[in-house]
């Protein structure tokens, strides 16, 4: 029996509701058994959405010297990363980039900012963008740390229509890359702005030593807390923080990672984000087939992204649209 055979028995009707018992099982999959697996994500992403592909672009609105102490970040300033360091962007300069990404045909537009939370000056500033690019016809969304309800509301009041705020890892593993804040303080945040309406993002980082363990237990915590968007990011080291000498995961332990989480998640948009230039090489296109309907187009926070006429080529190769 194969384990496509096995994995149709034992699965079945569970497929559109996949146990922690059976995820551990799939990330045992190896070789040319990986594609087996993609066989059951891509047709949950082709029921989920089609061949339709959710982009988003993002921009880096407020640059390090973060007082957190997450292990990964170039932004921490405990780490050594010789990245730019700058207070929060003018207004023109945000939406400048708005334009650009809304000509590329992205649907969505993130205004991120490092530091534990936005001060309340930098919410009301961040407030008048969030109109502004509701106005160009992009739906705005935020990354400004561990706000509570109230900054959120004035966000949402504004026009804010989603937040994102990633668990990064699993709840045990979480005290291994940050000991400044807690996951708990994650979990509220997010709470928080489910309690206002707001639709919420939230996923994590893949390959900062965490198990598969720890990668299925957060899958299931993002599917007990219903989010909307699962942002999936591969570790890209830099140089400077205390992880840059750990290595990239393989493409095929990536991709696994996203077929597990489509079939987790079914109802979710799985967002192929950070680090994927890096860690996918020429295994790119298969983020599909293994089941991510939505991508980061553009930079990323401190590292550059992949060419966006490039991943529209991508796209339109694969037969898929934005």
Not at 96 to 120: H, I, L, Q
Not at 267 to 278: D, F, K, L, P, S
């Amino acid at each position: 029996m194969s384990l496509y055979e096995k994995i149709q028995m034992d699965a079945g009707a569970r497929l559109t509701n996949i146990d922690r018992e059976f995820a551990l099982f799939m990330s045992k999959f190896e070789g040319t058994d990986v594609f087996e697996l993609f066989s059951l994500s891509s047709r949950a992403r082709v029921k989920l959405s089609g061949n339709k592909v959710d982009l988003c672009s993002i921009i880096n609105a407020k640059s390090g010297a973060c007082p957190e102490d997450c292990s990964f970040c170039a932004q921490s300033a405990h780490s050594k990363a010789d990245i730019k360091v700058y207070p929060l962007l003018s207004r023109e300069k945000i939406m400048e980039a708005a334009a650009s990404a809304r000509e590329n045909g992205v649907k969505r537009f993130c205004v991120v900012t490092s530091g534990k939370k936005s001060s309340d000056s930098e919410i009301e500033e961040i407030c008048g963008v969030v109109s502004d690019i509701r106005e160009i016809g992009l739906l705005p969304c935020a990354t400004l740390g561990l706000l509570d309800y109230a900054g959120l509301k004035k966000l949402k009041d504004a026009g804010l229509h989603r937040y994102h705020h990633n668990l990064e890892t699993s709840e045990a593993f979480f005290s291994e890359i940050c000991t400044t804040h807690t996951y708990m303080e994650k979990l509220n945040t997010i709470k928080a702005a489910q309690l206002l309406g707001l639709s919420v993002c939230s996923g994590g980082l893949f390959g900062l030593g965490e198990s598969w363990e720890d990668r299925i237990d957060m899958a299931f915590a993002l599917k007990e807390l219903l989010v909307d968007s699962v942002p999936v990011n591969f570790f890209m080291p830099v140089r400077g923080t205390p992880l840059w000498d750990k290595g990239l995961l393989s493409p095929m332990e990536a991709l696994k990672i996203i077929a597990i989480y489509r079939l987790i998640l079914p109802e979710c948009e799985i967002r192929v984000c950070g680090g994927r230039n890096a860690t996918l090489r020429d295994l790119h296109p298969y983020i599909f087939p293994a089941g991510a309907n939505g991508l980061l187009v553009g930079n990323y926070l401190t590292t550059p992204g992949r060419n966006t006429q490039d991943d529209l080529q991508m796209l339109r190769d694969m037969g898929l649209e934005p």
